[in-house]
């Protein structure tokens, strides 16, 4: 009698702990595919002065159907800074991500560009940045 009982205990137990283990609605809702859907993907800083700091916010939404998150920004030089939400972008929310031009030590025509790494697909997404950067004191020794 006392091997039924304990055998009858297992079972509920076992029950128990499968139900437990089943994931959630919650996390299963989130196997959708994020999608970066951007207002532009290039901007044009115009003429600037070497040494103007100049910002631009790219304004994107997440047309997908799933929770996107952006991994990491890089860029092609040191002269590029970005700040993106480090949250999760829900189907449909829309964000934007800074980045920022430091044109110090930079001359003539100017073309960066910025890669986004995330949850999409393609795992990369690109921005492009341009200007036209003068440089009294490059141009004066180059003239030389």
Known sequence: MKNTTAIFMLFILVGCQSKNSKPSDK??????????????????FGSLQAGEVVAYNFQFTNLGDGVLMIDKIESDCGCITSHFPEKPIDPG????????????????????????????QPEISKLTIAATVENEIINLYSKN
């Open 27 to 44: 996390t299963t809702s989130n196997s959708g595919t994020p999608k970066f859907e951007f207002q532009e993907e290039f901007y044009n």
């Open 93 to 120: 929310t829309s964000d934007f991500i800074e980045v920022v031009f430091n044109s110090a030590g930079e001359t003539g025509r100017i073309y960066k560009e910025i890669r986004i790494y995330a949850n999409t």
